[in-house]
């Protein structure tokens, strides 16, 4: 990458952090196969180099939300089988079958759509339907279920598509023996046994995101779906760090100082002046804000580490920019910060952004935008 160090700001996206993850949630999967979830850009850690990175750890399936990300992927030269489960009516999937990717269907509606694109793409779909075992999210209510497993098999005997998946997801496999977990695995348990009854004979049957792979063998079925593991972080982070677990964080975000001033106590720094200094003290500029994903909340709130120690920023997070009160220690215009990272350093993690600010670390590392340029750590046993 050019000149990483003379950089801005810069999110390091270590992919052999990320190939080891897969390796590690494959060995918990057992028998299972893993599919990366690399939705989100990869949960904004560059979908392609993620996804390449993970199929080096053993992943045989990559997951998506939108057929737009399907596709990026099949162009980029992934030939892992792909899923993408978030498509709405109207929205063309014929190139998406084209391209062979595998595609969630939640209603008859959506078999009628699929069976059409089919013959506009001049080949069966695969076809995963997705049973609401109690997520109340997507997927066919378990009264609805009936009426879907019957219009995808009728399809499927007409020659328009496969149906290659029964699928599920969780509500709260965060939370290890809710139980809501165990009724969720008794309901796709029925729901899988009432459209094999029928006649489906699915490839694969899944229902285990990050958590439930390392914490509920019985939810591996025989393809478990992780995705902020993938990244190094912890799925259920009130019971485990990332390292019990043989996870290591693969983001790492810094930014080097604009500036840096002497000031004396009782200065107004940033909007609306929400922090004031106490004492006669040293103020560095962190050329980073909400446009950058910084939320706005993390005023007078988020962790960086700079200078040498940990420090709270001061005052309010602007669109670009937000300030430190550096006080005694030795600092000078662009010497790097770190907002978070794995801790090799003593920098914060996405997890303490995360417990910071109310949120959990899927929404920090989502958020990093577009304007803050990825780096790569390559792997290094491929
Ligand atoms: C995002 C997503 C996942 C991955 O969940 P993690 O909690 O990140 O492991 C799995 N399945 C579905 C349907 C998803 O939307």
Redesign the pocket.
């Known amino acids: 990458m050019s000149g990483a160090s003379a950089a801005r700001a810069e999110a390091r996206v270590d992919l052999e952090a990320i190939r080891s993850n897969v390796a590690a949630l494959g060995r918990h999967a057992g028998a299972a196969e893993v599919m990366a979830?690399v939705?989100a850009d990869g949960y904004g850690h560059g979908m392609i180099p993620t996804a390449r990175a993970a199929v080096a750890g053993g992943a045989t399936w990559l997951?998506v939300a939108t057929i737009d990300e399907a596709l990026a992927l099949r162009q980029a030269g992934l030939a892992a089988r792909i899923l993408a489960?978030l498509i709405t009516p109207g929205e063309a999937r014929d190139q998406a079958i084209r391209a062979n990717v595998d595609i969630s269907v939640n209603s008859p509606w959506g078999v009628k759509e699929v069976a059409a694109a089919a013959v506009a793409a001049g080949q069966p779909a695969r076809i995963h339907l997705k049973v609401d075992s109690g997520l109340g999210r997507a997927g066919a209510t378990q009264a609805d279920w009936p009426d879907l497993v019957d219009a995808a098999l009728k399809a499927e005997a007409d020659g328009y598509l496969q149906v290659v998946g029964l699928w599920s997801?969780f509500a709260y496999a965060d939370e290890p023996g809710h139980p809501t977990v165990a009724a969720q695995v008794r309901a796709f348990t029925e729901a899988i046994a009432l459209a094999e009854q029928r006649g489906a004979r699915p490839e694969v049957r899944h229902l285990a995101?990050?958590?439930a792979t390392f914490t509920l063998p019985e939810s591996h079925f025989d393809l478990v779906?992780?995705?902020?593991?993938v990244y190094g972080m912890s799925?259920v982070p009130a019971h485990s760090a990332p390292a019990d677990l043989g996870l290591r964080p693969a983001m790492t975000l810094t930014a080097r100082l604009l500036m840096v001033k002497r000031v004396p106590a009782g200065y107004g720094v940033s909007y609306a002046h929400e922090y004031r200094t106490t004492a006669a003290t040293t103020l560095g500029v962190v050329p980073l804000g909400y446009a950058d994903g910084i939320p706005r909340d993390a005023t007078n709130i988020g962790p960086v580490l700079a200078a040498g120690r940990l420090r709270t920023i001061a005052g309010r997070v602007c669109m670009d920019q937000f300030v430190l009160d550096l006080g005694f220690d030795l600092a000078a215009a662009g010497d790097e910060v770190i907002l978070f990272g794995p801790g090799d350093s003593g920098e914060p993690s996405a997890q303490d952004w995360a417990n910071a600010l109310g949120t959990i670390s899927?929404e920090v590392l989502t958020r990093i935008g577009p304007r803050v340029p990825r780096t790569f750590r390559e792997i290094i046993q491929p």
């Open positions: 979830v939705k997951g489960w997801h995101n990050s958590a779906r992780p995705g902020i593991a799925p899927y």
